[in-house]
């Protein structure tokens, strides 16, 4: 008597949520077939010419792969994410392990200071960001890009709460068998955090991976441009006005090593952000 609503109801809660995966992978599969289809054929049917499959090719690509930027285009971005993610996950890391397990005067206003800046707009520090770059002569340099991102106030704070999991009696039975500080934070405590790396590691490559209005400032040569950048450029230039399958099969190419990234790590993701979420 009592299962029968329970069946029901597990029912419809999993008709809901293949309804709602299906409406948000619709825009993914549409991608997918545009790029695979011909030029002329890119507003001819919505989604594949069921009836015509043998208008599917590969030219796309081909073409793609053709142009001497999209290669560095590609390489760019793998290289400013994977910089940026390693960076920004060893600072927070270090900067959560230092406010979770150390004692010092103003610790309590320096971690009020940093969620003020959490407040401010990355908008609005552009101009001032700008000039600074402009006077260390980053402009068109990736170090414009890495280093003034470097430190995630998130992420610090993010860490400080996967931290305060980590037992200090570990902690100081370490540092009587003799291990240094920075010791402590690789071999005792990251390994007991290990969700949160693999979460916000995935988290910090793909917002710079999809990062577009600060490269796009900064960045003056193509040859240095990132793949969001690259393809923007590719709309309304001559010769790529009308090969909208060049830009989806480019744009396709571009989500790819982030849905790798996240099946490697789709384990550690959901527990990562939920560490320490009831641990003040």
């Known amino acids: 008597m009592h299962r029968k609503p329970r069946t029901l109801s597990s029912i419809l809660i999993h008709a809901v949520l293949i309804v709602m995966a299906a409406i948000n992978l619709t825009p993914i599969f549409w991608l997918t077939c545009a790029a695979f289809k011909r030029s002329d054929d890119s507003f001819a049917y919505a989604f594949l010419p069921w009836r015509h499959l043998e208008r599917l090719t590969l030219d796309n690509f081909r073409q793609l792969f053709d142009m001497e930027p999209f290669g560095k285009w590609l390489i760019n971005s793998i290289f400013l994410a994977s910089a940026y993610s390693v960076s920004v996950v060893t600072l927070s890391s270090l900067g959560g392990f230092a406010l979770a ?27 001032s960001l700008y000039e600074l770059m402009d006077r260390f002569g980053w402009i068109n340099s990736y170090l414009a890009i890495l280093v003034p991102s470097a430190v995630s106030v998130f992420g610090t704070f993010l860490f400080r709460q996967a931290m305060l999991t980590v037992p200090d009696e ?31 590691t995935l988290m910090s490559f793909l917002a710079s991976w999809s990062a577009f209005l600060w490269p796009q400032i900064v960045l003056q040569d193509e040859g240095k441009y990132t793949l969001p950048i690259g393809l923007n450029n590719m709309i309304g230039l001559p010769g790529y006005q009308t090969q909208y399958g060049l830009l989806m099969a480019g744009t396709l190419l571009s989500i790819l090593p982030v849905i790798v990234l996240f099946f490697a790590v789709q384990k550690d993701f959901i527990s990562g952000l939920t560490t320490g979420a009831v641990k003040g």
């Open 101 to 127: 397990k150390y004692r010092f005067r103003g610790k309590k206003s320096l971690m009020l200071l940093l969620l003020v800046t959490m407040l401010l707009p990355s908008q609005v520090l552009l101009g």
């Open 170 to 200: 570990l902690l100081q039975s370490g540092r009587l068998d003799g291990c240094g500080e920075l010791r402590l934070w690789w071999e005792l405590a990251l390994p007991i955090v290990r969700p949160t790396v693999g979460a916000y």
